[in-house]
Nanobody, 119 residues
Framework: QVQLVESGGGLAQSGGSLRLSCTPS????????MAWYRQAPGKQRELVAF???????MYADFVKGRFTISRDNASNTLYLLMHSLKPEDAAVYYC?????????????WGQGTQVTVSS
């Protein structure tokens, strides 16, 4: 059983910073792409950033220059460093990973961590 456990959400002031973490657990053979998504109330879940197994990254336009995605391959931990937070960044942030378990690859989601930004 693979789980993604997120941490690091909370309350930040506008212009402030937070760092999110996501640690996979379970019997994992390999981790391919990892990503952060977010979902604000009444809105669809949207991709924030992803990182592939070669550390190539992609960011949504609305976070470019402010957020940085990274991964520690030794611990398989995924991070999202968020700077210059805006009220519109408030959402539940979800970790996502494509993980090889046994012979097959599966798409996993974390439980979500709330980010609140005060103006």
């Amino acid at each position: 059983q693979v789980q993604l456990v997120e941490s690091g959400g909370g309350l930040a002031q506008s212009g402030g910073s937070l760092r999110l973490s996501c640690t996979p657990s379970g019997t994992i053979r390999a981790i391919y792409t990892m990503a952060w998504y977010r979902q604000a109330p009444g809105k669809q879940r949207e991709l924030v950033a992803f990182i592939n197994s070669g550390d190539g990254t992609m960011y949504a336009d609305f976070v470019k220059g402010r957020f940085t995605i990274s991964r520690d391959n030794a611990s398989n931990t995924l991070y999202l460093l968020m700077h210059s937070l805006k009220p519109e960044d408030a959402a539940v942030y979800y970790c996502n990973a494509v993980i090889k378990v046994g012979r097959d690859e599966y798409n996993y989601w974390g439980q979500g961590t709330q980010v609140t930004v005060s103006s």
